[in-house]
């Protein structure tokens, strides 16, 4: 069975500082795919950054980056210069690739930027 | 590039009575999926098209749940009749089948309140 675990239902951070948001999830596939979404309190579901299994180096989308921990089947979020635009519920996603696309997603972690 | 489309975005409607939700994907993407999302959890697959065809529907309540992706663009979800645990933001999001096919794109998703 494939399983996404946040262990942190809620999480703040003071303006312009870094945090980190967790993510295990359990798989016996080797090749899949993962995903932080960003959820505001608008709904809509955002991309934040993707990482493929396959690939070593983590992914970076300038203030986003990941701490992928393939053996420790880790995959965390950290947000750098923390803005008050950050505030939202952030959402780990991971996809096998042969399943036929099919999401499996963690419970969420809603994060606040405290001015 | 347009992005998916939904609508409504909001709807309350008694127990027992029929809804619809409509779904317009990102032009050029053959798969589409609908998810349930209920407050504070991470959002749940209930069906997932590819083009016209159904890839998945294994989480969707077939007694009261219904989709369909005529033509392979549009796509429509309806429930009848309505249930108090069906309140939830239902959401469609689209893929598109190539290099980037594992990234799912989200609409908005429509609020669904039963009274």
């Known amino acids: 069975a494939q399983t996404v675990t946040q262990s942190q239902p809620e999480m703040s951070v003071q303006e312009a500082e870094t945090v980190t948001l967790s993510c295990t999830y359990d798989t016996s596939e080797n090749n899949y795919y993962l995903f932080w979404y960003k959820q505001p309190p608008s709904r809509q579901m955002i991309l934040v950054i993707r990482q493929e299994a396959y690939k070593q180096q983590n992914a970076t989308e300038n203030r986003f980056s990941v701490n992928f921990q393939k053996a420790a089947k880790s995959f965390s979020l950290k947000i750098s210069d923390s803005q008050l635009g950050d505030t939202a519920m952030y959402f780990c996603a991971f996809i096998p690739s042969n399943t036929g696309n099919q999401f499996y997603f963690g419970t969420g972690t809603s994060l606040t930027v405290i001015p | 590039e347009a992005g998916v489309a939904q609508s409504p975005r909001y709807k309350i409607i008694e127990k027992r009575q029929s809804v619809a939700f409509w779904c317009n994907p990102i032009?050029?993407?053959?798969?589409l999926y609908w998810y349930q999302q209920i407050l504070g959890q991470g959002p749940k697959l209930l069906i997932q098209f590819q083009n016209n065809g159904v890839v998945d529907d294994s989480q969707l309540p077939k007694d009261r749940f219904s989709a369909e992706r005529l033509k392979g663009v549009d796509s429509t979800l309806k429930i009848q009749p309505a249930k108090l645990e069906d309140s939830a933001v239902y959401l469609c999001?689209?893929?598109?089948?190539?290099?980037?096919?594992?990234?799912?794109?989200f609409g908005p998703g429509t609020r669904l309140l039963v009274l």
């Open positions: 999001a689209s893929s598109f089948r190539g290099q980037d096919q594992e990234t799912q794109y």
């Open positions: 032009s050029g993407h053959a798969t």
